[in-house]
């Protein structure tokens, strides 16, 4: 049973001496979706990043990562064999000089014929919902949209066939059909254990299953979703689902 | 802004340094025979080839004259013919860049001409109208105006569209202001800027050109002071005196060194992210 | 593609007409007329009637657009006119101290593209140490050292001191080693610049990021970023080789070597007109040349601008 522990993670800038992440200590269940929000700044990108060894050197990290007691901090073979990705910005995450195709073949680090590989992207394709597929393993990253672009980003996840998915802020360039659909490609997945980080509570509300709430680096409440909508003890909690709420509620009033 | 501009200079001790430099320099420059030990042109042949003393501070040349003198008086020639040049380059730069911006038809002719200017490279259109103007310094200055006038231009240009089109100059026109007022209080500030760091940087390769050409002998001529000229006059002595290429080739360096590293920092100041971008035309 | 190669040669047209028109104008800038000109180079008694003739014989009493004309004509029949000072084809002098200009510019450019990229990588990969600031005191102080002086320094340490290398004169590989080095220190700044700063944008993008992300190893990141910093490299090297073709002029000089830079200083010396003529005009070809190649390079290179 695959079972990610984070324990008493904490980062520290070594020239500014600034804590960037403070004293977290996350458990994430298999095959669950979890949620991560706060603020922007509140560390949720950092936390992605020192889960995958992705943080620049002149950070200090003390605490464990272990993935079914096994330590992975910096550990990269284990992260590249139980870990993908989805980022923010899927415009400018490709290598505007190289096609889809060779980009999606190139992560895809099983021992297959390109054949095969290839067989494998164009399904992947399909099942995030992209349409005339060949096409757009011709293209360069410039002439797609972000939608479409953030759609081959969970595509090459997919096709790297890992346990884990840590996706940062997916959605949240994109208009809000496409932000919808790519949430339920993401909600219907199976098998997987999905670590989503977003500023967007709407969102987290549809597809998680428990929820982190990051304030000022630090974790200021762990729940499960309904808890967290309906049933908070915490203050900051309480602001940010009523600041959702209230915009919520004014865009409801003007359907009507 | 422009005083924020100005803390920003002083905070950053180099540039600072540079600044004070060229300011002493220039100071030293115009009072001359005040500042300067001997008379530079004094030949005395009893006393060439002098090391430093207290009479002469670096020494003397071949005709026995002060080389720190003639370092000091020439910064008459190089420095302030230089600046001279620079400054009626971008005058001419200014206006024709202006015109180019707001004049449709101009427009055309003027960047036409730029193009072709600009496919000679400056050092070699110097060149040119030296070789057919004849040398002296009055050529050289003409020479270095006209070279550097197409460059000049087109950047002006370049950075009154940049600024023509933001939005805060769209909003003064929706709200009614006349154009003059907005070419005045708006664009001016910002192309100065501009401009002052365009100069800076320039003048370096002002400098060089100017030093490069008289000490092959085209442009001014001995015994003027001059730093190039120097130069010239210590390569002749390398294997008696080597000592002698020192003073004006170092000057020359430290000059120029001090324009870029201004030139720099306030291209810093102004567009910090410039180190980032790829073509660099200048 | 190729309908954009033959769009921008179309474009060159006007512009190369544009240029011959300036180089043209340039040599009737002189006050006194080419014709004096002449006859004051081969001693000749400057009189009225000397004038006329030698007017006459040059071609010059002809109006302007009219010479301007037989010039363009000669001009593509690959006659560049006659020498005032030595009687010979301006053609034939020009190839002939050509090999050494070719010879001297690409040694400096192989300095430069090898040692330049070197510094700009080795910069870029331990950004902000003291290499890198080390090797930005160089640049920056490279950028401001006179050529001319460099030359001498090294021809002080090289040949008289140490007596390693020839100060003047063209015989071997020994005596090309001063002169290109010297014309690569001055323009290899621009060039450590641009490599540095590619590769540190290249570095902290996104693209790289998210590469690292995806599980490539090593090797393949490493592709990505020289897939991205090639570009700039040509484009860099493309804008340098005209400049330094024009850098060689005081190079050419103070080494003595036979090359254009020298003919074209000699004559102006000499007030040998055609020459001159000739060399303007042969240097901004060239130079409207590679801004082409570089414009077409870019073009086939970079998938963004090809819309």
Not at chain 2, 177 to 196: A, E, G, N, Q, V
Not at chain 3, 103 to 125: K, N
Not at chain 3, 204 to 233: C, D, M, Q
Request: charged content about 20%.
């Amino acid at each position: 049973m695959r079972y990610l522990k984070i324990e008493n993670l904490s980062i520290k800038d070594n020239k500014t001496n600034e804590i960037l992440l403070d004293d977290i200590s996350i458990d994430i269940e298999e095959n669950t979706i979890l949620g991560v929000v706060g603020e922007s700044g509140s560390g949720k990108s950092l936390l992605c990043k020192t889960i995958l060894g992705l943080i620049p050197s002149n950070l200090n990290i003390e605490g464990k990562i272990t993935l079914n007691n096994k330590d992975i901090l910096n550990n990269s073979k284990i992260i590249k064999d139980n870990f993908c990705v989805i980022l923010q910005e899927a415009i400018n995450a490709f290598n505007p000089l190289y096609t889809i195709n060779y980009q999606m073949l190139e992560s895809i680090k099983t021992k297959q014929s390109k054949k095969e590989k290839l067989k494998i992207c164009i399904k992947y394709l399909r099942k995030v919902g992209l349409k005339r597929c060949s096409k757009i393993l011709k293209s360069y990253p410039h002439e797609l949209s972000g939608g479409q672009l953030q759609r081959v980003m969970i595509a090459i996840a997919l096709t790297q066939n890992r346990k884990i998915i840590i996706a940062d802020e997916p959605t949240s360039s994109l208009d809000s059909i496409n932000q919808k659909e790519i949430i339920n490609i993401l909600k219907n997945l199976k098998d997987k254990t999905i670590i989503i980080v977003s500023h967007d509570l709407a969102l987290i509300s549809h597809i998680a299953k428990d929820i982190i709430v990051l304030k000022d680096s630090k974790v200021v409440e762990k729940a499960d979703t309904k808890t967290i909508f309906t049933n908070t003890k915490n203050e900051y909690t309480k602001f940010l689902v009523s600041t959702q709420e209230n915009l919520s509620k004014e865009f409801m009033s003007c359907l009507k | 802004m422009r005083k924020d501009f100005l803390i920003k200079i002083v905070d950053n001790k180099l540039a600072l340094a540079s600044l004070i430099f060229i300011t002493l320099l220039i100071i030293t420059g115009l009072f001359a025979p005040l500042v300067s030990p001997n008379d530079p042109y004094l030949i005395n042949l009893d006393e060439k080839l002098l090391s430093y003393s207290l009479k002469y501070p670096l020494g003397t040349d071949h005709l026995g004259r002060c080389v720190a003198s003639r370092l000091i008086y020439g910064i008459r020639t190089t420095l302030f013919y230089s600046l001279f040049a620079m400054i009626i380059t971008v005058f001419f730069g200014l206006i024709l860049g202006l015109l180019a911006s707001f004049f449709k038809l101009l427009r055309v002719v003027i960047l036409r001409f730029c193009d072709i200017m600009l496919s000679f490279p400056s050092e070699l259109m110097m060149l040119a109208i030296i070789g057919f103007l004849g040398t002296g310094i009055e050529n050289i200055i003409i020479a270095a105006i006209i070279s550097k006038v197409a460059w000049y231009t087109r950047m002006i240009y370049s950075f009154t569209l940049n600024h023509v089109n933001t939005n805060y100059i769209h909003f003064s026109k929706v709200i009614g202001i006349p154009s003059r007022t907005i070419i005045k209080k708006h664009l001016f500030p910002l192309i100065l800027s501009d401009i002052i760091m365009l100069a800076t940087l320039n003048v370096g390769s002002i400098i060089l050109s100017i030093s490069a050409l008289s000490f092959l002998g085209l442009g001014v001529q001995a015994p003027t002071c001059e730093w190039g000229i120097m130069l010239n006059e210590a390569k002749e002595l390398m294997s008696i005196n080597p000592y002698m290429m020192l003073p004006p080739g170092l000057m020359i360096l430290f000059v120029v060194l001090s324009f870029n590293i201004l030139g720099d920092s306030i291209r810093d100041i102004l567009d910090p992210t410039y180190n980032l971008k790829i073509k660099d035309n200048s | 593609m190729i309908r954009y190669i033959i769009k921008r040669v179309l474009l060159i047209i006007p512009l190369l007409l544009g240029v011959s028109i300036v180089c043209f104008i340039l040599v009737n800038l002189n006050p006194s007329s080419p014709a004096e000109v002449t006859l004051r180079i081969n001693n000749i008694t400057v009189t009225p009637q000397a004038i006329e003739e030698t007017k006459k014989e040059l071609g010059l009493d002809k109006p302007l657009v009219q010479q301007y004309v037989q010039w363009i004509k000669n001009l593509l029949n690959a006659d560049l006119g006659t020498s005032y000072e030595t009687k010979q084809p301006v053609f034939d002098e020009l190839i002939q101290a050509l090999p050494v200009t070719i010879y001297l510019s690409f040694s400096a450019i192989l300095l430069i593209a090898i040692f330049g990229f070197l510094i700009g990588v080795l910069c870029a990969v331990y950004e902000n140490s003291y290499f890198d600031k080390l090797a930005r005191v160089f640049i920056f102080t490279s950028a401001a050292m006179p050529s001319f002086w460099l030359a001498l320094l090294l021809i002080w340490l090289f040949s008289l001191k140490f007596n390693i290398f020839p100060s003047s004169g063209l015989d071997g590989i020994k005596s090309i080693v001063l002169p290109a080095v010297t014309l690569a220190v001055a323009y290899i700044s621009t060039f450590v610049r641009i490599i540095r700063n590619s590769l540190i944008q290249i570095k902290s993008s996104l693209f790289i990021t998210y590469a690292k992300a995806r599980g490539l190893n090593k090797f393949e990141i490493l592709k990505h970023k020289i897939k991205n910093v090639i570009n700039p490299f040509i484009v860099a090297l493309a804008m340098s080789i005209p400049k330094l073709f024009a850098g060689t002029v005081i190079i050419e000089n103070i080494f003595g070597l036979p090359g254009l830079g020298r003919l074209c200083v000699h004559a102006i010396f000499a007030r040998d007109y055609p020459i001159i003529q000739s060399y303007i005009l042969f240097i901004a070809i060239l130079f409207i040349i590679f801004n082409l190649l570089a414009d077409i390079w870019l073009q086939a290179r970079d998938p963004r601008l090809r819309v």
